[in-house]
């Protein structure tokens, strides 16, 4: 850690390390007070404050001395603990004092972090900004922070991101850790917010942990509930766990399902509690949504079925089911055991679903605590730094965006909500697609917590990413970091947090940070006033310069919302118990549970979000809510098991879990610092006495364990775990990448350590990568400019799709249908599209546009979706052609709907205003479309329709293709093909033209230019090159020249130049005798007249296109083939081979030396068969002998040169005729005999 450990305190009144909870008061009801304390001096002064090394939130007080804190004394008037610390809170405020704090800024010059002065650090951090800001807009800079700050810091960076740099990019570790904790809770009752209290726990008959150690997590919590557990009338405990942990060790039941199937063993739960009537259904009819369908789901869950899942026993399962659905009262708490496990959400849902069905929700000892793992998560949370928007406000809500908009005083297009926050390995994917430059990090130590972390050093020591860090030590991130900046602690600043039951308590500054370090609000607030951010009336949009006024501007955006503030101050929160919010006038001493009056967050415009599709994780619209109609009632969400996309196998066959150590926190920055990392200094794995005897280790033994991922090598403890599972704690940096939601768990194997090993990318690999590194050249001008916005693309192919959306209207589809209907329809659809193309083509102007890239997606979608203007005017074609209309207009709205967040991210309400009018009437398009498909399709595809001419064509195409044999095939050159059969379709490899060519000598301009030309005003363009037939076009970049803009000479056939300007493109051709040269102006052609677009263009694929059927099986090849065949480059066709014939004459009067008659037949049928297109040969003339006629025909036969074999004579009924006796003779089958000629006359 780069410090010497802390020593034992000089006073404690108790060793909380060899006793973690403390000795038993046991209770009901009244949790009795008890003063923890630990001192290294008798302090001169007590300060107020909380704990900020778990989620619990305890009160404590600090110790001051000399200006040093030297203890802590747990507050016995708070309501949280009673005076109670578990081992973090008593030793873990002594690292503050180590002598190892960041007390500079640092700047790395020459590879190297260097000291300098805040100004000259902030100064360049806002240097970096504005330049990222000016070249790659606002959406380069990210900021990743942590659950570890104040509320009124959260809340300041909060307004930096979303009011003074209107971006999205903004997410901490705390979503990472438990997002599933506030997206349950907004799932089931429509905001986050937290129903239950600490003091349910005095009340409760019942409590159900799932995946929460709470006896490792959260110390003095469990300390309460093991008192509740010693003294009269203890609750029920039910713990669900694959582990035998001290929690587990005290459980009623102990349920240990197999690693991944918690959401399988909550719905068999929930069909115990329908089968045996568990269930209020007064409250569950007057108070949730849902219930039907969740019962639909549960009804496959049988015990027997649960147990096939996940191995708990069906005795068990029972009677956990029977304990829950009897309880008068109930507690339920999860944490990571669900939220980082297979189908969290929905798994944490099913929990909430339980005290729903029972009623057991907003009464004492009854309630959800979703746990946090964070200190102030919850604020991270509440102010919008994370996954959610200040004060739990809905993105998709309008009137929320505007609330926000008002109090910030920015204009709503500038609140950033055309998304949710973007998530940390979204903000990782950005980074390595250079479109993310700056990454400003706080209070947290991504290089060893986040997953994946061979990804992470590479990613975050990328030679042009600008780093900047804000840490209280030199963690392993700060290492790494253009600038360090020091940050004060918790004791050295003055700030709110609130804990996992909505406590909120105020820490007093108690003593000043070391050196210059400063508090992470004095940071940002310096940061905000550096960069000159206003609101819209010129005011400073962060005028704040104390705490307590923060905290006052964060009161006003609260107000009405689920975390109401209104009702504390600093001075209400002074002096005693911290107070649970909602706090306002009508709650004025805060609020203990929520929904006691049964009424939920759920109603549609008070709401955080309209939830999702918990299978699929797709977001529902305020539509899809509506049919729910929650309207102030709990939704139940239900979903099916699925198993965890990676399972163990021979190769991997182990799963791993992580955990929490009760003795450290997170990746022991603090903790790591004092004398708990003496008691437990290094990692460990725990695994089954049967796992260790089947791989052959021992208790203690070194291992390597090694994911698909990563590996590691640590300890292994023998025992506490069931086989085929195994437990570490991510509070160290073990190399293993940490699974999030939808993460998959890890698949592990073993091997014994007998050496040290290299097992993970080491912290040096990272350092070395930065060592070259300077900060000040970070973010190159050529990383700056070399760039091209992928938005001219997007704006092209939607434009061009427009345009030829107007073509189709007026030429394609009336061409295809013939109806009187569809006429009438089609002329308010083209007047809809004209509308929608007037609109849209001033914002492809504004924001550039490739129209040619556009123009040929176009024209694909159109050859692709449409029938042949030749074809049938059936009502099956009428269908086809109407089909391919919806499947383009779809593309449209694809198009429109990348647009939509586009035109927001970019603040301009004029584009979001025509995107969404464009959106709107592609709507009605659509409906329009649809219903005509409704309509029709029904009796067209249903009624067996009559043969037409297409019908026979399609026939006898598909005859051709049969006659051609599959074998008797060979290719030849195209020249040698005339007259012979095609085998096989031959399709065009690529289009003719394979490119955009020019149909006439002239020049290339864009088209656009010209619009307004005439005679008196003509149009010039400065002729920037030449292109010929069959050279490569030169590239016009930069933009217009002279006050001209550009236009390239260009000959017949030759291809069109490319044009890289913003809304410039050359999509015509002006020929020569329209254009003349300026005799004052050299190189500098003028037009008199507009251009039409694309005039004297031929497209790409304009005569063929690529998969074109150029010459169809079962075709006589003819000398017109052979010109379309060359000009897409096929040089050979594949052709049936010619048949082979044998022709035979027979007659003893034609025979040599006997003849007495010449023979015509032989050479007439031998040339006939020649001219067919066979290969003829006359093989002889034979007499009429049965014995010679047989032999000879049984030898030809026999050699298999011929595929015919032609004979004249001998098969009529004579004396002499031979032949049919000859050939049966041979075995040969005789199909038919003699024709049936009528009489002539």
Request: hydrophobic share 35%; net charge negative.
């Given at each position: 850690?780069?410090?010497?450990?802390?020593?034992?305190?000089?006073?404690q009144?108790?060793?909380?390390?060899?006793?973690?909870?403390g000795?038993?008061?046991?209770?009901?009801?009244?949790?009795?007070p008890?003063?923890?304390?630990?001192?290294?001096?008798?302090?001169?002064?007590w300060?107020?404050?909380?704990c900020?090394?778990?989620?619990?939130?305890?009160?404590?007080?600090?110790?001051?001395?000399?200006?040093?804190?030297?203890?802590?004394r747990?507050?016995?008037?708070?309501?949280v603990?009673?005076?109670?610390?578990?081992?973090?809170?008593?030793?873990?405020?002594?690292?503050?004092n180590?002598?190892?704090?960041?007390?500079?800024?640092?700047?790395?010059?020459?590879?190297?972090?260097?000291?300098?002065?805040?100004?000259?650090?902030?100064?360049?951090?806002?240097?970096?900004?504005?330049?990222?800001?000016?070249?790659?807009?606002?959406?380069?800079?990210?900021f990743?922070?942590?659950?570890?700050?104040?509320?009124?810091?959260?809340?300041?960076?909060a307004?930096?991101?979303?009011?003074?740099?209107?971006?999205?990019?903004?997410?901490?570790?705390?979503?990472?850790?438990?997002?599933?904790?506030?997206?349950?809770?907004?799932?089931?009752?429509g905001?986050?917010?937290q129903?239950?209290?600490?003091?349910?726990?005095d009340?409760?008959?019942?409590?159900?942990?799932?995946?929460?150690?709470?006896?490792?997590?959260?110390?003095?919590?469990?300390?309460?509930?093991?008192?509740?557990?010693?003294?009269?009338?203890?609750?029920?405990l039910?713990?669900?766990?694959?582990?035998?942990?001290?929690?587990?060790?005290?459980?009623?039941v102990?349920?240990?399902?197999?690693?991944?199937?918690?959401?399988?063993?909550?719905n068999?739960?929930?069909?115990?509690?329908?089968e045996?009537?568990?269930?209020?259904e007064?409250?569950?009819?007057?108070?949730?949504?849902?219930?039907?369908?969740?019962?639909?789901?549960?009804?496959?869950?049988?015990?027997?079925?649960?147990?096939?899942?996940?191995?708990?026993?069906?005795?068990?399962?029972?009677?956990?089911?029977?304990?829950?659905?009897?309880?008068?009262?109930?507690?339920?708490?999860?944490?990571?055991?669900?939220?980082?496990?297979?189908?969290?959400?929905?798994?944490?849902?099913?929990?909430?679903?339980?005290?729903?069905?029972?009623?057991?929700?907003?009464?004492?000892?009854?309630?959800?605590?979703?746990?946090?793992?964070?200190?102030?998560?919850?604020?991270?949370?509440?102010?919008g730094c994370?996954?959610?928007?200040?004060?739990?406000?809905?993105?998709?809500?309008?009137d929320?965006?505007?609330?926000?908009?008002?109090?910030?005083?920015?204009?709503p297009?500038?609140v950033?909500?055309?998304?949710?926050?973007?998530?940390?390995?979204?903000?990782?994917?950005?980074?390595?697609?250079?479109?993310?430059?700056?990454?400003?990090?706080?209070?947290?130590?991504?290089?060893?917590?986040?997953?994946?972390?061979?990804?992470?050093r590479?990613?975050?020591?990328?030679p042009?990413?600008?780093?900047?860090?804000?840490?209280i030590?030199?963690?392993?991130?700060?290492?790494v970091?253009?600038?360090?900046?020091?940050?004060?602690?918790?004791?050295?600043?003055?700030?709110?947090?609130t804990?996992?039951d909505?406590?909120?308590?105020?820490?007093?500054?108690?003593?000043?940070?070391?050196?210059?370090?400063k508090?992470?609000?004095?940071?940002?607030?310096?940061y905000?006033?550096?960069?000159?951010?206003?609101?819209?009336?010129g005011?400073?949009?962060?005028?704040?310069a104390?705490?307590?006024?923060?905290?006052?501007?964060?009161?006003?955006l609260s107000?009405?919302?689920?975390?109401?503030?209104?009702?504390?101050?600093?001075?209400k929160l002074?002096?005693?118990?911290?107070?649970?919010?909602?706090?306002n006038?009508?709650?004025p001493?805060?609020?203990?549970?929520?929904f006691?009056?049964?009424h939920?967050f759920?109603?549609?415009?008070?709401?955080?979000?309209?939830?999702?599709?918990?299978?699929?994780?797709?977001?529902?619209?305020?539509?899809?809510?509506?049919?729910?109609?929650?309207?102030?009632?709990?939704?139940?969400?239900?979903?099916?098991?699925?198993?965890?996309i990676?399972?163990?196998?021979?190769?991997y066959?182990?799963?791993?879990?992580?955990g929490?150590?009760?003795?450290?926190?997170?990746t022991?920055?603090?903790?790591?610092?004092?004398?708990?990392?003496?008691?437990?200094?290094?990692?460990?794995?725990?695994?089954?006495?049967?796992?260790?005897?089947?791989?052959?280790?021992?208790?203690?033994?070194?291992?390597?364990?090694?994911?698909?991922?990563?590996?590691?090598?640590?300890?292994?403890?023998?025992?506490?775990?069931?086989p085929?599972?195994?437990?570490?704690p991510?509070?160290?940096?073990?190399?293993?990448?940490?699974?999030?939601?939808?993460k998959?768990?890890?698949?592990?194997?073993?091997?014994?350590?007998?050496?040290?090993?290299?097992?993970?990318?080491?912290?040096?690999?990272a350092?070395?990568?930065?060592?070259?590194k300077d900060?000040?050249?970070?973010?190159?001008?050529?990383d700056?400019?070399n760039?091209r916005?992928?938005?001219?693309?997007?704006?092209?192919n939607?434009?061009?799709?427009?345009v030829?959306?107007?073509?189709?209207?007026?030429?394609?589809?009336?061409?295809?249908?013939?109806?009187?209907?569809?006429?009438?329809?089609?002329?308010?659809?083209?007047?809809?599209?004209?509308?929608?193309?007037s609109?849209?083509?001033?914002?492809?102007?504004?924001?550039?546009?490739?129209?040619?890239?556009?123009?040929h997606?176009?024209e694909?979608?159109?050859?692709?979706?449409f029938?042949?203007?030749?074809?049938?005017?059936?009502?099956?074609?009428?269908?086809?052609?109407?089909?391919?209309?919806?499947?383009?207009?779809?593309?449209?709205?694809s198009?429109?709907?990348?647009?939509?967040p586009?035109?927001?991210?970019?603040?301009?309400?004029?584009?979001?205003?025509?995107?969404?009018?464009?959106?709107?009437d592609?709507?009605?398009?659509?409906?329009?479309?649809?219903?005509?498909?409704?309509?029709?399709?029904?009796?067209?595809?249903?009624?067996?329709?009559?043969?037409?001419?297409?019908?026979?064509?399609?026939?006898?195409?598909?005859?051709?293709?049969?006659?051609?044999?599959?074998?008797?095939?060979?290719r030849?050159?195209?020249?040698?093909?005339?007259?012979?059969?095609?085998?096989?379709?031959?399709?065009s490899?690529?289009?003719?033209?394979?490119?955009?060519?020019?149909?006439m000598d002239?020049?290339?301009i864009?088209?656009?230019?010209?619009?307004?030309?005439?005679?008196?005003?003509?149009?010039s363009?400065?002729?920037?090159?030449?292109v010929?037939?069959?050279?490569?076009?030169?590239?016009?970049?930069?933009?217009?020249?002279?006050?001209?803009?550009?236009?390239?000479?260009?000959?017949?056939?030759?291809?069109?130049?490319?044009?890289?300007?913003?809304?410039?493109?050359?999509?015509?051709c002006?020929?020569?005798?329209?254009?003349?040269?300026?005799?004052?102006?050299?190189?500098?052609?003028?037009?008199?007249?507009?251009?039409?677009?694309?005039?004297?263009?031929?497209?790409?694929?304009?005569?063929?296109?690529?998969g074109?059927?150029?010459?169809?099986?079962?075709?006589?090849?003819?000398?017109?083939?052979?010109?379309?065949?060359?000009?897409?480059?096929?040089?050979?066709?594949?052709?049936?081979?010619r048949?082979?014939?044998?022709?035979?004459?027979?007659?003893?009067?034609?025979?040599s030396?006997q003849?007495?008659?010449?023979?015509?037949?032989?050479?007439?049928?031998?040339?006939?068969?020649?001219?067919?297109?066979a290969?003829?040969?006359?093989?002889?003339?034979?007499?009429?002998?049965?014995?010679?006629?047989?032999?000879?025909?049984?030898?030809?036969?026999?050699?298999?040169?011929?595929?015919?074999?032609?004979?004249?004579?001998?098969?009529?009924?004579?004396?002499?005729?031979?032949?049919?006796?000859?050939?049966?003779?041979?075995?040969?089958?005789?199909?038919?005999?003699?024709?049936?000629?009528?009489?002539?006359?």
């Open positions: 850690m780069g410090s010497q450990l802390c020593g034992a305190p000089a006073f009144t108790r060793d909380s390390i060899e006793d973690i909870w000795p038993r008061t046991p209770y009901k009801h009244e949790w009795p008890r003063e923890d304390r630990a001192c290294n001096e008798e302090p001169e002064k300060v107020q404050s909380a900020v090394l778990c989620s619990n939130g305890c009160g404590l007080d600090i110790g001051v001395k000399d200006g040093k804190v030297v203890g802590v747990g507050r016995v008037t708070d309501r603990n009673k005076g109670r610390l578990g081992p973090k809170g008593l030793h873990g405020w002594d690292s503050m180590q002598s190892d704090r960041l007390t500079k800024p640092l700047i790395r010059k020459n590879g190297k972090l260097e000291p300098a002065s805040w100004d000259e650090a902030m100064g360049l951090i806002v240097e970096k900004s504005r330049k990222l800001a000016k070249y790659l807009t606002n959406h380069s800079i990210a990743y922070t942590s659950g570890q700050l104040f509320l009124e810091e959260y809340y300041a960076l307004v930096i991101g979303k009011a003074g740099l209107h971006t999205l990019h903004m997410d901490g570790n705390t979503r990472l850790c438990t997002a599933t904790a506030a997206a349950s809770m907004r799932e089931s009752f905001s986050d917010g129903p239950g209290s600490y003091g349910d726990i009340y409760t008959d019942c409590i159900f942990l799932v995946g929460h150690n709470m006896a490792a997590t959260q110390t003095v919590l469990w300390a309460r509930v093991l008192d509740r557990l010693h003294g009269p009338d203890p609750p029920k039910i713990v669900v766990d694959p582990r035998n942990s001290a929690t587990a060790q005290k459980a009623t102990h349920l240990a399902p197999k690693i991944g199937t918690n959401l399988a063993l909550l068999g739960i929930q069909h115990l509690l329908f045996n009537g568990w269930i209020n007064d409250y569950v009819s007057k108070h949730t949504v849902g219930v039907e369908e969740l019962r639909g789901t549960a009804q496959k869950y049988t015990p027997e079925y649960v147990e096939e899942i996940t191995g708990v026993p069906v005795e068990q399962l029972k009677e956990a089911a029977r304990i829950l659905g009897t309880t008068k009262s109930l507690l339920s708490t999860a944490l990571q055991g669900v939220y980082q496990s297979n189908q969290a959400t929905a798994s944490a849902c099913q929990i909430n679903n339980i005290s729903l069905l029972r009623g057991l929700i907003g009464k004492p000892g009854s309630g959800i605590l979703q746990m946090n793992g964070q200190p102030t998560a919850q604020n991270n949370r509440e102010a994370d996954g959610e928007f200040p004060g739990f406000r809905n993105h998709l809500n309008p929320h965006m505007n609330e926000l908009a008002r109090m910030w005083n920015i204009a297009i500038r950033p909500h055309w998304n949710e926050p973007t998530h940390v390995e979204n903000l990782l994917k950005y980074i390595a697609d250079g479109s993310i430059r700056m990454l400003w990090i706080s209070a947290t130590n991504p290089l060893v917590s986040l997953p994946t972390l061979a990804r992470v590479e990613l975050l020591t990328q042009e990413l600008f780093v900047v860090c804000q840490d030590y030199m963690t392993e991130t700060a290492a970091a253009d600038v360090v900046l020091p940050a004060a602690q918790w004791a050295e600043k003055t700030g709110c947090f804990n996992v909505r406590t909120v308590h105020l820490s007093h500054k108690a003593v000043d940070p070391p050196g210059e370090a508090s992470d609000l004095a940071i940002f607030l310096d905000g006033r550096r960069m000159g951010f206003r609101d819209r009336d005011n400073d949009l962060l005028p704040w104390t705490p307590e006024e923060v905290f006052e501007a964060w009161k006003k107000a009405g919302r689920p975390c109401d503030y209104t009702g504390l101050t600093y001075e002074t002096g005693g118990s911290g107070i649970q919010w909602p706090c006038e009508a709650n001493q805060g609020t203990e549970r929520l006691a009056d049964g939920f759920t109603d549609i415009d008070y709401c955080e979000s309209f939830g999702h599709d918990l299978e699929t994780g797709a977001p529902f619209s305020k539509e899809d809510y509506k049919k729910f109609n929650p309207a102030g009632r709990a939704i139940l969400k239900s979903c099916h098991y699925n198993p965890p990676e399972a163990t196998d021979e190769e066959p182990l799963m791993l879990s992580t929490r150590k009760a003795l450290h926190f997170h022991r920055t603090k903790t790591g610092r004092t004398l708990l990392q003496k008691s437990c200094p290094e990692p460990a794995i725990r695994i089954s006495k049967e796992d260790a005897a089947r791989f052959g280790v021992e208790d203690n033994e070194m291992v390597i364990v090694r994911s698909k991922r990563g590996a590691v090598e640590m300890k292994a403890l023998v025992g506490g775990v069931s085929g599972r195994r437990l570490c991510f509070t160290s940096d073990t190399g293993i990448p940490k699974t999030a939601e939808r998959r768990p890890m698949n592990l194997r073993w091997a014994r350590a007998q050496q040290q090993v290299q097992v993970r990318e080491q912290q040096s690999q350092v070395a990568q930065v060592s070259s900060a000040a050249r970070t973010i190159s001008d050529n700056l400019t760039r916005r992928r938005l001219v693309t997007w704006m092209g939607t434009h061009e799709t427009m030829q959306l107007i073509d189709i209207y007026e030429h394609l589809i009336p061409k295809l249908i013939d109806d009187y209907e569809v006429e009438a329809g089609l002329q308010v659809l083209l007047r809809i599209a004209r509308g929608m193309e609109k849209f083509k001033p914002q492809a102007d504004k924001f550039g546009e490739d129209a040619a890239e556009g123009l997606r176009a694909v979608l159109k050859e692709s979706l029938p042949r203007e030749d074809s049938r005017h059936t009502e099956y074609e009428v269908l086809d052609a109407l089909q391919g209309l919806e499947m383009y207009l779809g593309y449209i709205a198009c429109l709907n990348a647009l939509q586009v035109s927001q991210a970019v603040w301009d309400e004029e584009f979001c205003a025509v995107v969404s009018d464009n959106m709107r592609l709507r009605r398009m659509q409906a329009w479309v649809r219903k005509q498909i409704k309509v029709r399709a029904p009796q067209t595809l249903l009624v067996p329709a009559l043969p037409g001419g297409d019908y026979i064509r399609d026939i006898a195409r598909e005859q051709r293709r049969r006659k051609s044999p599959t074998n008797g095939q060979e030849v050159p195209i020249t040698e093909g005339v007259g012979r059969i095609a085998a096989c379709d031959h399709a490899p690529l289009s003719t033209p394979e490119f955009d060519s020019s149909a002239g020049f290339a864009p088209s656009a230019r010209t619009l307004y030309a005439s005679p008196e005003t003509p149009a363009f400065r002729v920037r090159g030449i010929a037939a069959g050279e490569e076009p030169p590239t016009i970049r930069g933009c217009i020249t002279d006050d001209f803009p550009p236009a390239v000479e260009i000959m017949t056939g030759a291809k069109f130049p490319a044009h890289e300007a913003p809304g410039e493109s050359f999509d015509a002006v020929k020569y005798e329209d254009t003349w040269y300026c005799p004052e102006r050299k190189g500098v052609i003028s037009v008199s007249k507009p251009v039409p677009r694309n005039a004297n263009r031929r497209f790409a694929g304009e005569d063929i296109a690529r074109d059927v150029v010459l169809e099986a079962g075709q006589a090849i003819e000398t017109t083939h052979v010109m379309p065949l060359a000009s897409v480059a096929v040089d050979s066709v594949l052709v049936v081979k048949p082979s014939v044998g022709v035979l004459s027979t007659g003893k009067e034609l025979v030396g003849a007495t008659v010449r023979d015509v037949n032989g050479p007439f049928l031998t040339a006939a068969c020649q001219e067919a297109g290969s003829a040969s006359f093989l002889d003339t034979l007499t009429d002998d049965p014995e010679i006629l047989t032999n000879e025909l049984a030898e030809i036969t026999r050699r298999c040169e011929y595929d015919v074999l032609v004979s004249s004579g001998a098969v009529s009924a004579g004396k002499y005729d031979f032949v049919r006796t000859a050939l049966a003779a041979i075995g040969a089958e005789v199909v038919f005999h003699g024709l049936a000629i009528p009489k002539s006359g």
